[in-house]
């Protein structure tokens, strides 16, 4: 059963992340700290103020993990593909291009939650998918 976690509480890192444009464009991309330990191609649960959605992590020039898409769905976020959610929610919320957001790890590896700075917000935790399971679905990636 998933548990309900606020992001203020004590199991909940929280870190500021920019929130940068990518080239010229106003589309939005958030840069993610190295520590993480994601890589590019990993797929995981994003939280946008609260609101759960799926994002692939991609590499910039520097070769910094980042997020530039986020989608409804596992398959459309591997796939780039539907509604950038993403772009949306840095559109309708306070959070600027070239400004920052908050960055929570719920579950590290698995799920995270952007949110904007001074807000809180309660995210749905669930538990990370059996190992087993994983590795099928990164065979069938491959």
Aim: glycine residues 10%; without cysteine.
């Amino acid at each position: 059963m998933p548990d309900r976690v606020p992001s203020d509480h004590d199991t909940v890192e929280t870190r500021r992340v920019a929130v940068e444009s990518v080239g010229r464009t106003d589309r939005p991309r958030v840069v993610l700290p190295a520590d993480l330990g994601l890589a590019e191609g990993d797929t995981v649960r994003l939280a946008l103020d609260g609101d759960t959605y799926h994002a692939a992590v991609g590499e910039n020039f520097d070769g910094e993990p980042i997020l530039s898409h986020v989608a409804d769905n596992r398959r459309l976020a591997r796939e780039g593909d539907g509604p950038n959610r993403l772009a949306e929610w840095v559109a309708s919320s306070e959070v600027t291009l070239g400004g920052s957001a908050h960055l929570d790890v719920i579950t590290a590896g698995e799920e995270y939650g952007l949110r904007t700075p001074g807000k809180r917000v309660v995210y749905t935790a669930t538990d990370g998918p059996d190992s087993s399971l994983s590795d099928i679905a990164r065979n069938l990636d491959n």
